[in-house]
């Protein structure tokens, strides 16, 4: 039961690549076209994991789901689909989906997200154990826990190998240098040819320029995320001490950014003069993480309100958190639901004019996910939730970022 599982696609082309590919790595695969069949299938002999086509004729993936969950199952789906719609995974996430593939899919993406989905199962199967059995449960087992699902989550960043594919698979669609292309068929349609010279209108040739502007520094970008997942970042201890220092220098050197719609940034004093404890992180890189987490604050909070950043040491690790008080007129004013957790991280990218140019962030979609993986590549790990605001008198939402990073003696 272990390494077994059903796959359900009404395309017998896909679901011969699946029965292939998985049966290489050792996993039992049972395969069927028909959703109903595959109800049939698990219900004779449930399987920790199900991949499952989102979009068949007979019945759809999340309306199978929904009829084992019915039935009293709760296994691990993995919804294949060609839609990338954000609302649409936000949805399947809601219903119980526990990961999805984007159609086409590369051999490697295809087993690394099966594996992790069977340790995942794993996980939930020996928490279930340690709930029932809570007289026999120790710390010896708590621990081993925690560590093995660490471990599945500092080696995604090396193993996820359709993040880059995602992100060069937008490139080529819609907004991405698709609005170039569209770009170039306008400036073809309004030029004049006068003699060895084209004339063409400035306003095109402004929207040209900026184009190239933003697909430069995309570009770099781009690379930079792909040296944060591919290699191991040039790290050099340092003491706790000096890590509101840095946040320090990195206020001052944003001060304009602050001062836009009068914020203000309150750090939290600097306990750690004394402390021993230290942290291996890359500096430059480091900096980039509190950069866009303050920028990101900054454009999505109320204007003249406190934008808090926290230190805090919490078993191993060390903490920071970076705290914000959302627009009234955002939709994140009741704080960000639980379904958008997880995928907040996830890349999701456009070329385009951005809605807030004056605050340079990585207005590409890719924001959150960079920072995500410079603080993976540091052996960290970073997080989001809601907060009741209790510094303040009104008891709003604040949406609070945390990092943990590992600490070394």
């Known amino acids: 039961m272990k390494n077994k599982l059903i796959a359900i696609d009404d395309d017998p082309l896909i679901l011969g690549l699946i029965h292939v590919t998985l049966e290489k790595q050792n996993f039992e695969v049972i395969t069927t076209t028909n959703p109903y069949d595959g109800l049939n299938l698990f ?9 499952s086509d989102l979009s068949m004729p007979e019945m759809s993936g999340a309306d199978l789901m929904q009829k084992i969950f019915d039935h009293g199952h709760e296994p691990i789906f993995i919804i ?17 989906v526990h990961d999805y593939i984007i159609k086409p899919f590369k051999h490697a993406e295809l087993v690394n997200r099966v594996s992790k989905a069977f340790e995942f199962a794993e996980l939930r199967m020996i928490k279930e154990n340690i709930k029932k059995e809570r007289e026999i449960r120790n710390e010896h087992q708590l621990n081993w826990n925690l560590y093995k699902e660490s471990l599945i989550k500092k080696d995604s960043d090396k193993t996820d190998s359709g993040l880059m594919a995602n992100i060069n698979t937008n490139l080529i669609q819609g907004a991405g240098l698709g609005t170039l292309a569209s770009l170039a068929a306008r400036l073809k349609k309004n030029s004049k040819l006068d003699g060895d010279n084209y004339i063409i209108k400035k306003s095109l040739m402004d929207m040209l320029y900026d184009n190239i502007d933003v ?6 970008i781009v690379n930079d995320i792909d040296k944060v997942i591919s290699r191991e970042l040039l790290r050099e201890t340092i003491l706790l001490g000096e890590i509101p220092k840095i946040f320090h220098e990195v206020i001052l050197e944003n001060q304009k950014y602050q001062d836009l719609k009068g914020h203000q940034v309150k750090l939290s004093e600097n306990k750690f003069e004394n402390n021993t404890h230290c942290v291996s992180i890359n500096i430059e890189y480091f900096k980039k993480v509190i950069q866009e987490l303050l920028r990101n604050a900054f454009k999505f909070s109320e ?53 807030f140019e004056s605050y340079d962030t990585l207005d590409y979609g890719l924001g959150l996910c960079y920072v995500d993986k ?34 070394v003696e």
Do not use: C, W
């Open 215 to 220: 697909s430069s520094k995309l570009i770099s």
């Open 374 to 407: 410079i603080v993976r590549n540091h052996k960290g790990k970073i997080s989001i939730s809601n907060l009741k605001n209790f510094l303040e008198n009104n008891k709003s939402i604040l949406i609070n970022f945390t990092i943990e990073i590992p600490i």
């Open 43 to 51: 219900l004779e002999d449930p399987t920790l994991v199900i991949v």
């Open 303 to 355: 204007p003249n309100s406190k934008v808090y950043i926290l230190f805090e040491i919490l078993k191993k690790n060390f903490q920071i958190s970076f705290l914000n008080s959302p627009t009234n007129n955002s939709k994140e004013a009741a704080g960000i639901p639980p379904e958008y957790h997880h995928i907040i991280f996830e890349p999701f990218f456009r070329l385009s004019k951005f809605v």
């Open 80 to 96: 294949l689909t060609s839609h990338t719609d954000v609302k649409m995974v936000v949805e399947l996430f809601k219903q119980g």
